[in-house]
Nanobody, 122 residues
Framework: QVQLVESGGGLVQAGGSLRLSCAAS????????MGWFRQAPGKEREFVAS????????YYADSVKGRSTNSKDNAKNTAYLQMSSLKPEDTAVYYC???????????????WGQGTQVTVSS
């Protein structure tokens, strides 16, 4: 069975940084693009970042561009989202997803993790 498990979330102060991890199993990780999405209380799920199968192409939402980096280590079957200069509006549950391409649209991803909470205090 395919499983994606996010970790690394927690409580941080505004201006701080955090590194989220997504450990994958049950799929050919090197053949999958990875996406990161987030959902805040009372808000819709939104795109954060994505990366192509090989890691050569990366995309970011305007809200996190310049202060976020996403990557994937095919040897470790793990994707990462590094976020810096965190803001209270970054507070949300963060989800990783796997699919054929680094799309900004959530329905195009095949598999999803359960999420990890990120809380940024002011």
């Amino acid at each position: 069975q395919v499983q994606l498990v996010e970790s690394g979330g927690g409580l941080v102060q505004a201006g701080g940084s955090l590194r989220l991890s997504c450990a994958a199993s049950g799929l050919r990780f090197s053949n999958n693009a990875m996406g990161w999405f987030r959902q805040a209380p009372g808000k819709e799920r939104e795109f954060v970042a994505s990366i192509s199968q090989s890691g050569l192409w990366k995309y970011y939402a305007d809200s996190v561009k310049g202060r976020s980096t996403n990557s994937k280590d095919n040897a470790k079957n793990t994707a990462y989202l590094q976020m810096s200069s965190l803001k209270p509006e970054d507070t949300a549950v963060y989800y990783c997803a796997a699919g054929p391409g680094p799309d900004r649209d959530a329905p195009r991803y095949s598999y999803w993790g359960q999420g990890t909470q990120v809380t940024v205090s002011s």
